[in-house]
């Protein structure tokens, strides 16, 4: 079955302490992007990868880094979270020209 | 600057009744144009996209959207509402005439139909 794999679904962790959201993908797909999700704001783009080694800001990258090692994952990673990360995470991958496909989602708590 | 706009936050609507849930445009090149719903505690998922062709789509679900390009608008339609299609409705646009990959997204309408 074609679909984007996030993982966790919920984690709760505290201040400072680094956390990895895995994200992989089996559909060969060239564009892998990182958003958060939050009341009343919409989706807001983190991170997006146009293809391996090829990683550009989205419109909310502080405090987050990722990477695009291999073409089928595309981690998040915190490397100090904070109270102000506490949010829902989703993955999508793309191919050129259409629309993405979504991962189920991670809820984060930064406590 | 590209931009997405839903005017509503929610939407509400009879069962059986049509329903619409508006969007709008606006980026600088020819837009791809994409609607997406999110069930409660699950991912977005995918309901139609237009790309090029005839300005009406259609859709899962038996919904519809129809382009407009003058009025840079796609709104989401559907001729009888079901309880079950209420859910949160995003509107998305990607402007394939720039460099890069931009994707973005509306703030979200919120579909509520009663019984």
């Known amino acids: 079955e074609a679909q984007v794999t996030q993982n966790p679904r919920y984690l709760i962790t505290v201040t400072g302490k680094k956390l990895t959201v895995t994200c992989s993908q089996n559909m060969n797909h060239e564009y892998m992007s990182w958003y958060r999700q939050d009341p009343g704001l919409g989706l807001r783009q983190i991170y997006y990868?146009?293809?391996?080694?090829?990683?550009d800001k989205g419109d909310v990258p502080e405090g987050y880094k990722v990477s695009r090692k291999e073409k089928r994952n595309f981690p998040l990673i915190l490397e100090s979270p904070s109270p102000n990360q506490t949010s829902l995470y989703f993955c999508?991958?793309?191919?050129?020209?259409?629309?993405?496909?979504f991962g189920s989602g991670t809820r984060l708590t930064v406590v | 600057a590209q931009s997405v706009a839903q005017p509503e936050d929610q939407v509400n609507v009879a069962e059986g009744n049509p329903l619409t849930v508006k969007c709008t445009y606006s980026?600088?090149?020819?837009?791809?144009l994409f609607w997406y719903v999110q069930y409660p505690n699950r991912g977005l998922q995918f309901l139609l996209k237009y790309i090029t062709g005839d300005n009406l789509v259609k859709g899962s679900y038996g919904f519809e959207a129809e382009f407009n390009k003058s009025q840079t608008s796609f709104h989401l339609k559907k001729p009888s509402a079901l309880v079950s299609d209420s859910a949160l409705y995003f509107c998305?646009?990607?402007?394939?005439?720039?460099?890069?990959?931009?994707?973005?997204f509306g703030k979200g309408t919120r579909l509520l139909v009663k019984p």
């Open positions: 998305a646009v990607r402007d394939i005439g720039g460099q890069g990959f931009s994707f973005i």
């Open positions: 999508a991958s793309s191919t050129q020209g259409d629309g993405y496909t």
């Open positions: 990868s146009m293809n391996v080694e090829v990683t």
């Open positions: 980026v600088s090149g020819n837009p791809y």
